[in-house]
């Protein structure tokens, strides 16, 4: 830690939240908000004196609680950087007649009152998230009591109680009597395995960690008993399996089986677990003066805002998507970014330090070219066709186009700024931009093709690239079966598919169109997804004035996680079409056959619309 | 702020009232069936 | 390396059929599959291999598009998400810009989601490749913008995995933003005691 921060390379901003991002691989433009700290880092020595004289007492967050600190503290002894913070909330100091008494004590006068949150801007190539994990909060079981009895503690608060460091010296006692427990009880899986309550997910750590702890104990308390309450134990690791051997040996006693109750003496305060032991097959009750949640781990709070300000995605349990599971399991989908530790799942220290070694691989890899390659799926303006609406300029979720409406100048695209999604192409109403590699031409053509033989049997599907694709493609994975009768179109955004594409499918005698993409959380184009949305939207109206039944045209949102809904959609679409009539076909093909005339020259309209303008207003 | 307004789902028709803003673009997701074929229905209409 | 096709003049399009061992021939057809391509527009040529990813399987998709002189390239293996890198690279060794290719997903999005549906998978999967085909023979080539990267880097939040990534990048001579939410670095570890399977302390 301390190396952190001594390195000549690194700029440590503690405190410190990133507020916004823009730009792409390689350029990315950061605004981090360095929180007031009301303490000078570079002058402050740590030297204590403010919090000798500091008046308040706050709940230690560090020691999650069992201990005190000031208003004015350092979060822990090793704490880098060394310096202390000043909690203004619970601070009298705003007002110094009521106190002010740290500013006084403090030779180095480092304490600024009136400190202000600051901006500042970085650029950076490449991003790593490593924003770990938060602690599964057990207070949902209720059958473990731990709101109730206070001898029931989780493993974290374990953790600082046997610290030599913590709030006890390391001296392992019970927090009602301040007495040594002559048994110890441990429940393992508490908020993870577990589908209905809590989390379906193994948090990874929990098994070893509780090895290690009762090897801690018996180390220090050889006559403690201990027990601990398992499904199954997870020693999978290099060394694992002799730890667990080593802590049998120490004389720990592992009971197959989760206690379904933990009741308190009412005047012992110790407790007692009643649970199936699954091994015997024999109801059993066991007395413990001390019992430890072993709790999993659940994504981090914050985890959405990381993730919309660098448009990641998230799987199914709420931890940070690899771009590929086997194969980019530390790449993020939006390129240049890259994930470590228990942000992407949980897991321990060894497996952050590795993961971390490879992301950082993955990004000296990219930066020591000096140069990136962009895939050049960018849009153009096609200047003779812009009547500069001004449209594309408040569709593009990057400000990449800019257009004077005013002076009737066509728009124009900062095609470093275009990240390729397209809505820009499909709600242009004249048909003056084109989006490279995914022209109308080119997705007309397939839709053509798709719909040229028994166009009445099939299901079309729009899927966005990142999110619905990647769907269907862990539906593939996941062998998700479903009716073999779909196709899907792939364009990078659902916000791509231009309405006429939609109306082209019906005119060529679709039974039923699918459009499919992200949530509007994962959209990887910010929320270029909004766009799909309000286009389907109109569309449902379009189609009922045309006496089209609105529901042929069917919308879903299915993320790059959801294989198994993507498989749940294309069956449901697939009933939907069944209820299709040859009819009812016949009768769309007929009223929406003017969508497969060649778009007008677009030119020539606008010439012409100039034209009767000036004559009108002649007239 | 938010008024309820009535939606109704293009998959499984039913029909359900949700909260409304206007202007806001929201993921709507059908309370029955899941989709999010969700189409609002312009009450004053009628 | 000759200078790269960038596609112009009468369109040569060559499908290669993947079989993907029996990942996609054990529900598809791709006999069946590589005959009815045979007939598709402008298809010149039509290979269908055991493993098209493979380095025999690359080569010979350089080979046949320097010996049909082929201008479009369509692969029917699997998801583009998975190996569209891979087949950019072995057009653009054949000296062929590399989006003049175009895939057709006969795993992830058919042989794997119908098994034991032969023939509407087989079906499925001729579309599949007739649009792929469609879309392939109105591909342009285009040119990728090349840009600086900035050497630096930001590592957010600073718990081991952080600390680990930041020290690594910032020994490797980059320069490192470090964003961390608490005033001090460490997270969850720093307040653990001792961890396995070393037994000894965290920080």
């Given at each position: ?6 390195h ?7 405190y410190s939240?990133v507020?916004a991002v ?10 981090v908000?360095k929180?007031a ?6 002058e ?8 000798d004289v500091?008046?308040i ?5 560090f ?14 002894p ?8 000043l ?11 009521a106190?002010g008494?740290c500013?006084?004590?403090c030779?180095k006068?480092?304490?600024d009152y009136d400190d ?8 950076v190539?490449?991003v ?9 909060d057990?207070t949902p ?8 009895h206070?001898n029931?503690i989780?493993?974290m608060e ?5 610290n ?11 927090l009602?009597?301040?007495?040594q ?8 899986c508490?908020?993870?395995r ?10 990874n750590?929990?098994c ?5 702890d ?8 050889p ?9 199954d ?10 730890l ?7 004389g ?6 989760i206690p379904?109750e ?6 012992t305060?110790?407790l ?7 091994t015997?097959g024999?109801m059993?009750?066991?007395?413990a003066?001390?019992?430890v949640?072993?709790?999993?781990a659940?994504?981090r ?11 990641l995605?998230?799987?199914?349990d ?6 590929h ?5 530390v790449?993020a989908?939006t390129q ?5 530790g ?7 220290i ?12 993955r990004?000296?890899?990219l930066?020591?070219?000096g140069?990136?390659?962009v ?5 153009t303006i096609?200047p ?6 001004g ?10 186009i800019?257009c ?6 066509p ?6 700024a275009?990240?390729?999604?397209g809505a820009c192409?499909?709600?242009?109403p004249?048909?003056?931009?084109t ?8 997705i007309?053509?397939?839709i ?13 599907a ?18 998700f079966q ?8 792939r ?6 598919v ?19 993409g992200c949530?509007?959380?994962d959209c ?7 766009w799909?949305q309000?286009?389907?939207?109109k569309l ?11 529901e042929?045209?069917?919308l ?7 294989g198994?809904?993507f ?10 079409r069944?209820k ?5 076909i016949?009768?769309?093909k007929k ?7 060649p778009?007008k020259?677009r030119?020539?309209?606008k010439?012409a619309?100039?034209q009767?303008a000036a ?5 | ?11 499984c ?11 806001v ?8 069936c899941?989709?999010?074929s ?9 | ?9 009468p ?5 290669f059929v ?8 054990g529900?598809?057809?791709?006999d ?16 269908n ?9 690359q080569?010979e998709?350089?080979?046949?598009i ?8 369509v ?7 998975m ?10 060794a ?8 175009e ?7 058919c042989s794997?989601?119908?098994i034991?549906?032969k023939?509407a ?9 007739k649009?792929?085909?469609?879309r392939a ?8 913008m090349?840009?600086p990267?900035?050497?630096?880097a ?14 690594d990048l910032?020994?490797?001579g980059?320069?490192v933003?470090?964003i961390e939410k608490?005033?001090?670095i ?8 001792k961890?396995y399977?070393?037994?000894?302390c965290?920080?």
């Amino acid at each position: 830690m301390a190396d952190v921060g001594r390195h000549p390379n690194i700029e440590l901003h503690a405190y410190s939240e990133v507020d916004a991002v823009s730009g792409y691989v390689g350029n990315f433009n950061v605004t981090v908000r360095k929180k007031a700290r009301y303490v000078d880092v570079k002058e402050c020595t740590a030297c204590g004196d403010c919090e000798d004289v500091c008046p308040i007492t706050a709940p230690d967050e560090f020691e999650i609680g069992l201990s005190t600190r000031k208003a004015i503290y350092q979060p822990f002894p090793q704490a880098v950087p060394s310096a202390y913070v000043l909690n203004i909330d619970e601070c009298l100091g705003n007002n110094p007649i009521a106190c002010g008494k740290c500013l006084e004590v403090c030779d180095k006068k480092c304490i600024d009152y009136d400190d202000k949150d600051e901006l500042i801007h970085i650029e950076v190539g490449t991003v790593i998230v490593c924003i770990g994990m938060d602690v599964y909060d057990p207070t949902p079981l209720d059958e473990f009591g731990y709101t109730r009895h206070e001898n029931v503690i989780t493993s974290m608060e374990f953790e600082r109680l046997i610290n030599s460091g913590g709030p006890t010296q390391g001296h392992l006692i019970r927090l009602t009597d301040r007495e040594q427990p002559k048994t110890v009880a441990f429940i393992q899986c508490v908020g993870s395995r577990d589908a209905n309550r809590g989390n379906p997910y193994c948090s990874n750590f929990c098994c070893m960690n509780t090895v290690k702890d009762c090897l801690l104990i018996k180390d220090h308390y050889p006559d403690v008993d201990i027990k601990v309450f398992y499904m199954d134990i997870r020693a999978f690791g290099k060394g694992f399996e002799d730890l667990f051997q080593r802590s049998k040996d120490a004389g720990t006693i592992y009971i197959r089986g989760i206690p379904g109750e933990v009741e308190e003496d009412p005047e012992t305060k110790s407790l007692k677990l009643y649970v199936e032991n699954t091994t015997e097959g024999t109801m059993e009750c066991h007395e413990a003066d001390m019992v430890v949640l072993s709790i999993g781990a659940i994504p981090r709070k914050d985890s959405s805002t990381i993730q919309q300000l660098l448009t990641l995605q998230r799987s199914q349990d709420g931890f940070f998507l690899e771009a590929h599971p086997k194969l980019k399991p530390v790449d993020a989908a939006t390129q240049g970014v890259f994930f470590a530790g228990c942000a992407e799942s949980p897991k321990d220290i060894k497996d952050s330090v590795t993961q971390a070694g490879a992301a950082a691989a993955r990004a000296n890899r990219l930066m020591m070219q000096g140069k990136v390659k962009v895939e050049a799926i960018t849009s153009t303006i096609i200047p003779d066709l812009c009547t500069s609406c001004g449209i594309c300029v408040k569709v593009c979720p990057y400000n990449a186009i800019s257009c004077d409406t005013k002076a009737k100048t066509p728009a124009t695209v900062v095609e470093a700024a275009c990240a390729g999604c397209g809505a820009c192409s499909a709600e242009c109403p004249f048909g003056a931009i084109t989006m490279k590699h995914f022209t109308d031409v080119q997705i007309e053509a397939q839709i053509d093709a798709m719909l040229e033989v028994d166009a009445k049997d099939k299901v079309l599907a729009f899927a966005c690239n990142w999110c619905s694709y990647s769907g269907g493609d862990l539906a593939g994975t996941n062998r998700f079966q479903y009716p073999p009768n779909t196709r899907l179109i792939r364009t990078m955004c659902s916000g791509r598919v231009d309405k006429r594409f939609v109306l082209r499918a019906f005119a060529r005698g679709a039974p039923i169109v699918l459009l499919s993409g992200c949530h509007f959380a994962d959209c990887h184009y910010i929320n270029a997804v909004h766009w799909t949305q309000r286009r389907v939207e109109k569309l449902w109206d379009e189609l009922e004035k045309k006496g089209i039944r609105p529901e042929r045209l069917q919308l879903e949102w299915i993320s790059a996680a959801e294989g198994q809904k993507f498989a749940t959609v294309m069956r449901a679409v697939e009933e939907l079409r069944q209820k299709v009539t040859a009819e009812e076909i016949e009768h769309t093909k007929k009223a929406l056959a003017g969508v497969l005339e060649p778009r007008k020259p677009r030119a020539a309209t606008k010439k012409a619309t100039e034209q009767e303008a000036a004559a009108q207003e002649a007239a | 702020m938010a008024e309820e307004t009535k939606f109704k789902c293009l998959r499984c028709m039913s029909e359900f009232r949700l909260p409304y803003r206007h202007g806001v673009t929201e993921e709507r997701t059908c309370p029955n069936c899941s989709s999010n074929s969700v189409r609002r229905v312009k009450e004053d209409k009628k | 390396m000759a200078e790269v096709d960038g596609g112009n003049g009468p369109l040569r399009v060559g499908v290669f059929v993947c079989q993907c061992g029996l990942n996609i021939a054990g529900t598809v057809d791709c006999d069946s599959v590589a005959k009815f391509s045979e007939g598709l527009d402008d298809v010149v040529v039509v290979y269908n291999n055991k493993y098209t990813c493979s380095e025999p399987g690359q080569l010979e998709i350089r080979k046949a598009i320097e010996e049909n002189d082929l201008n479009r390239v369509v692969i029917a293996s699997c998801s583009p998400r998975m190996h569209e890198p891979t087949f950019r690279a072995a057009l653009e060794a054949a000296g062929l810009n590399p989006y003049l290719l175009e895939m057709a997903n006969l795993r992830e999005h058919c042989s794997w989601v119908h098994i034991g549906e032969k023939d509407a998978a087989t079906g499925k999967a001729k579309d599949l490749v007739k649009m792929a085909v469609a879309r392939a023979r109105r591909l342009e080539a285009q040119e990728e913008m090349v840009v600086p990267i900035t050497q630096k880097a930001m590592v957010v939040g600073g718990g081991i995995a952080g600390i680990q990534a930041a020290l690594d990048l910032a020994d490797a001579g980059y320069k490192v933003y470090l964003i961390e939410k608490e005033p001090s670095i460490g997270g969850i570890m720093a307040q653990i005691d001792k961890t396995y399977p070393t037994m000894d302390c965290s920080i």
